[in-house]
């Protein structure tokens, strides 16, 4: 009977490219509303959106009746030869990621990939994992669109502000449990 | 000063295919001892090592230096045409990952792929994760050296004893928070 129970629920379907990256911060592609059971389940204070584009109405009465707030920072992608994720807005995002408050937090851009995958690289960086770790990583989840652009800014982000931040506001270590 | 404190520290060195799979349950390929020092910080409670070859020396000291309880579970792979994945003994891991007492815990095999893959896979089930997702989450990670019959294996698995077991322990559901 139990059994029965378990069966008769419907398959959760998590985002493409979901993932923890630590704890209680996820990454993912663009939910669909077919992923919004599943994102009930991670009971999240709180949703950061690295596109510019408006965040779509269906999205935005699930967000407020979830209670769950919404953050967004409009990012252009790393495409050569003249557009570039900005420093500054990653690291933007790193504040708003490591705040306690905010936290489970859910990052995601469209695919999963680039905009998320620079972001989470970075936060790896806050973490001081080696670089060869990192883009293994990063290409896992960017595959097969792995950028060498994105790796490289990266590895040249400029920690010291947000290392700087963090510290005053008590936010590093990143703690696993 | 800070950042100097920071810049000081050596980059930490997860093992390959190192991921959180659900906050206090890990997944990587057989960590090597350079990764010591990073594993320290997830304060395993346990480490479930899927070969069955005799676990090393060193890292035996590790583990006991550490108080981190290892289980072994001598698997092979899902090798065609004659080699499978016991059915029975991915039951058997499953019931050791789900004991919150066993927690944090590390689950590896050789490369983190097949072996491992594969209870991962069976752990998504019992999320009731769609297929569709959990094989791009198994491909992730065996990839470029992914395996149908691991797929496969994955999704003919009978999960009926695993669920009656868990149900009867209270292990089900895997909370994320």
Redesign the interface.
């Known amino acids: 009977e139990?059994?029965k129970k378990?069966n008769s629920?419907?398959?959760?379907?998590?985002p493409?490219n979901?993932?923890?990256?630590?704890?209680?911060i996820y990454r993912s592609s663009f939910p669909q509303p077919n992923n919004f059971t599943f994102l009930k389940?991670?009971?999240l204070k709180s949703v950061l959106c690295l596109i510019p584009e408006e965040y779509p109405q269906l999205h935005q009465d699930f967000l407020k009746h979830e209670n769950i707030k919404l953050f967004q920072l409009g990012m252009s992608g790393n495409k050569e030869p003249f557009v570039k994720i900005s420093s500054d807005l990653i690291t933007e995002a790193v504040k708003i990621v490591l705040n306690p408050e905010n936290q489970?937090i859910l990052i995601h851009c469209n695919r999963g990939k680039h905009r998320t995958g620079c972001l989470v690289g970075v936060l790896r960086r806050l973490?001081?994992?080696?670089?060869?770790?990192i883009f293994?990583?990063y290409r896992?989840?960017a595959?097969p669109k792995e950028r060498p652009m994105d790796q490289q800014f990266i590895e040249l982000y400029d920690?010291?502000a947000i290392?700087?931040y963090a510290?005053e506001n008590n936010l590093?270590p990143l703690k696993?449990?």
């Open positions: 139990e059994s378990f629920q419907q398959p959760l379907t998590p493409e979901f993932a923890p990256i630590i704890r209680t389940k991670l009971k489970p973490q001081k994992w080696s670089l060869a770790i293994d990583e896992k989840f595959a920690e010291k290392i700087r510290e590093l696993w449990d």
